[in-house]
């Protein structure tokens, strides 16, 4: 639920009406909004954010090549003869929900499956909880298409949504791990407990899972909230973004404060 529509006026978005006119720095502004500790502000967090992407945050130049070649590759081999029947879920599958991103993405988020939606679709975070990533994203001066790719560690939606299960797992795993090796991002971002605990093979809660550089395979990972879950919880859109800003700074990426 959007909590700034009430009629009584918000002053975030007076305080955003001002700022659109004086500069257009999505993360400054979330950042002095953030100082002024205000907890309405940080409900309407990443609410007013423009998904408008500044091309110059991260150059060219400090791309890395990668094998573009190899990520298309794998994509068609898990889709084609009718698809993956590695596991149970291909039965009940619309479509391979496979990853989508920048291959040279500096930040690699990775979710548990995909939902209706994605099933829908076809591409991961999609529908409310993606459009609050986006603007997530956005607030980083990032996006799918410029510095970020999104993948899950199931590629099929299981049934109703449920957790993974463990040979389902097994099984879908070695493309997730391809995914890896592909782009070799920078950091990982686990997005929810399901997700993490299943990259890194560990039964701990999200509390205990959070605010630790965990790591997998030489990789540093963080475990941030499930996009989904701020929907339900807006007040934890401020941890969340302190969780961006530790991924800015592990990924070489500027700083809000210093955008
Ligand atoms: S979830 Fe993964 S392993 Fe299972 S059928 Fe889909 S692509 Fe194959």
Redesign the pocket.
């Known amino acids: 639920m959007h909590v700034g529509t009430s009629s009584r006026i918000c002053p975030f978005h007076i305080i955003m009406k001002n700022q659109q006119k004086q500069q257009t720095n999505p993360r400054a502004t979330l950042s002095r909004l953030l100082d002024m500790g205000e907890t309405q502000l940080i409900i309407d967090l990443f609410d007013n954010v423009e998904i408008d992407t500044p091309e110059e945050v991260v150059s060219a130049e400090e791309y890395t090549p990668v094998n573009t070649d190899a990520l298309n590759k794998l994509e068609w081999e898990?889709k084609s003869d009718g698809g993956?029947?590695?596991?149970k879920?291909?039965s009940g599958?619309n479509k391979?929900v496979f990853g989508v991103g920048d291959p040279n993405a500096k930040i690699m988020f990775i979710g548990e499956a995909p939902g209706g939606d994605e099933d829908r679709i076809g591409e991961p975070f999609v529908g409310r909880a993606g459009q609050l990533l986006d603007k997530i994203f956005a607030a980083m001066s990032l996006s799918r298409k410029r510095g970020i790719y999104i993948a899950n560690i199931?590629?099929?939606r299981p049934p109703g949504n449920r957790d993974p299960e463990r040979d389902?797992v097994e099984?879908?795993m070695p493309?997730l791990l391809k995914q890896i090796e592909l782009i070799r991002p920078e950091v990982i971002c686990c997005l929810g407990r399901v997700a993490a605990q299943n990259l890194l093979d560990t039964d701990l809660t999200l509390g205990k899972l959070r605010n630790v550089i965990h790591n997998f395979r030489e990789l540093p990972v963080l475990v941030t909230y499930h996009p989904a879950y701020l929907l339900r919880n807006p007040a934890g859109k401020r941890a969340v973004w302190e969780d961006m800003k530790q991924l800015l700074k592990l990924a070489g990426l500027p700083l809000p404060n210093e955008g």
């Open positions: 898990l993956c029947q590695r596991c879920l291909w599958r391979i199931l590629k099929c389902e099984a879908c493309f």
